[in-house]
């Protein structure tokens, strides 16, 4: 069990405990270092302000993807570093990475011809070792049409047909935690940094955190700290009073949600937009996602803003590389709003920007972490746990690149699924099954379990039960938006389901109801906050 009475217990044990790694940041950043650390025998502990992957790691596009637009900015090494990083991540979680052909449109006046599309993808799929039967073709404009009939027929000249893999960032970032605690591992959401403390040679050794939820303070020791906090890296960095000239530079990437039967894509689609920015089309499920945008941002790093402006420019690309979806702004259901962490660099669009990482050290012994994508977030915990290791004279290797992470379960399990979800009468939905394998992998027996035991009235009420237990979730809304993704990919569900599952968290945390309603009201002004725009 992990959850909020195990949770207590680490609270206990904190004062008498000294850490070999603190990692502040419960992204998949600080959950990569998390299980590399405890993969190498280190006793470490991850803190997060919020909940687990509350930032940028609930907020990307949620690809695992080698980045072709890399490979136009001639990023060679990003191209196969994260190519390489992706066959680990589908080998390692392929419940939680799943294939998807991506149809790259060869446009008129696009970024690409024929033939540097053909070679753009070639080295691609070079660079990051695609295996044979996967790699690229190239198609006609008749057979492009075939595949993806939407496509706008008359600037159309063929296109690229190639691998990419699709995820959900925040579980991901979940899964790795939890397969990082059962190495022994220790993950606390809800416990924010406040201030460093430093030993009498000046060298950081803990952090003096305050509980969000009982507002109590704690000191955690700890002879290695990690800031692993993206968007807010710089923050812990003034805090240890070792900000240089190196800087972040964030910028916000929007995403926006579309009924699948509006844009009913066989595939998903990478293409072209004016100004040279390019977008995904992603179906999912029974909806289809747009995005991303790319401009600088300089407000409130909590939960960014989607605006009016940022869902009419998706809108318009989508109309015009599908002309016959003719999408309207109340055809969006639902959005989403992330920061990229970027590595300032004068003079650069945020497009230009590199999404390479880059670790600081501080004369006080701090390692930070920051930039990176959600690929590389294995190798970006080797570097952090190479450098510890070798301060704390420790010679074991990285062995992450053969762990299953948590959950692990292959797309031939989906049968069994759907037989134990008959086997507890539930309803053969075309999505139900195939949603679950991808959320929960192999755990979907336990909630199926959890269903068949607890007599609940509907599913999801045992997934709320299963991730009140085993996932420590503590909100509302860590539920409906980082356990499950419903917020982004089925709003209604959380419209007709948000008084249930509010008492089945009241009846287990025993809540007040003046809690209860802050909850449901929390969850209502996100509802709002994702599907109404100004």
Not at 187 to 195: C, Q, V
Not at 248 to 267: A, C, F
Not at 438 to 464: D, M, P, V
Request: charged share 25%; aromatic share 8%; hydrophobic share 35%.
């Amino acid at each position: 069990m992990w959850n909020l009475e195990s949770r207590k217990e680490v609270l206990t044990s904190l004062p008498e405990l000294e850490y070999d790694l603190v990692i502040i940041g419960g992204g998949i950043t600080g959950a990569g270092i998390l299980l590399d650390a405890s993969a190498r025998g280190l006793k470490a502990i991850v803190i997060e302000k919020e909940d687990f992957a509350s930032g940028t790691s609930s907020r990307s596009t949620k690809l695992i993807h080698g980045g072709l637009r890399y490979l136009k900015n001639l990023e060679f090494r990003i191209v196969r570093e994260t190519g390489q990083e992706r066959a680990i991540a589908y080998n390692n979680a392929p419940h939680l990475v799943v294939p998807e052909k991506m149809v790259l449109p060869i446009q008129k006046g696009g970024s690409y011809g024929k033939f540097m599309t053909s070679v753009a993808l070639y080295a691609y799929d070079w660079l990051a070792g695609v295996e044979k039967s996967e790699r690229r073709k190239m198609l006609t404009k008749e057979k492009t049409l075939e595949v993806e009939p939407l496509l706008k027929p008359d600037i159309l000249k063929g296109s690229g047909f190639y691998s990419e893999y699709r995820t959900d960032d925040a579980r991901l970032t979940l899964e790795v935690i939890k397969t990082g605690i059962h190495r022994g591992g220790v993950a606390l959401n809800y416990m924010e940094a406040e201030k460093l403390t430093y030993d009498s040679k000046g060298q950081a050794s803990g952090v003096t955190c305050v509980d969000v939820l009982s507002n109590e303070k704690y000191h955690i020791y700890g002879k290695i700290i990690v800031n692993a906090c993206g968007p807010w890296s710089d923050e812990i960095r003034t805090l240890d009073q070792s900000m240089n000239k190196k800087r972040l530079h964030l910028t916000k990437g929007v995403h926006i949600v579309i009924d699948r039967e509006k844009l009913p894509l066989e595939h998903s689609v990478y293409f072209d937009v004016a100004g040279g920015r390019m977008i995904f089309a992603i179906p999912r499920g029974g909806i289809t996602y747009l995005g991303t945008t790319d401009t600088n941002y300089t407000e409130k790093k909590e939960n960014p803003a989607v605006y009016k402006a940022d869902v009419e420019y998706l809108l318009a690309a989508a109309n015009n590389m599908f002309p016959k979806a003719k999408l309207e702004i109340q055809d969006v259901q639902s959005s989403w709003a992330g920061l990229r962490p970027l590595i300032h660099e004068e003079g650069k669009s945020p497009s230009e920007l590199s999404r390479k990482d880059e670790i600081f050290l501080s004369p006080k012994g701090m390692i930070t972490i920051a930039g990176g994508k959600l690929t590389g977030y294995r190798v970006m915990a080797k570097k952090v746990l190479d450098i510890a290791c070798k301060r704390l004279e420790s010679p074991v290797k990285c062995t992450t690149d053969n762990i299953r992470i948590n959950g692990y379960a292959e797309e031939g399990m989906l049968p069994e699924i759907e037989k134990a979800l008959l086997d507890i009468n539930i309803t053969k939905n075309p999505y139900r099954a195939a949603r679950l394998l991808h959320t929960y992998g192999s755990q979907t027996f336990s909630i199926c379990k959890y269903y068949n035991e607890q007599r609940f009235g509907s599913l999801i009420e045992a997934e709320a039960h299963f991730c009140i237990h085993h996932e420590m979730t503590l909100t509302l809304l860590d539920f409906f938006v980082r356990r499950t993704g419903y917020m982004y990919f089925n709003i209604s569900k959380v419209v007709k389901n948000l008084e249930i599952i509010g008492q089945v968290f009241a009846n287990h945390y025993n809540w007040s109801a003046e809690t209860l309603a802050k909850e449901i009201d929390s969850v209502q002004t996100e509802i709002n906050n994702r599907s109404q725009f100004n």
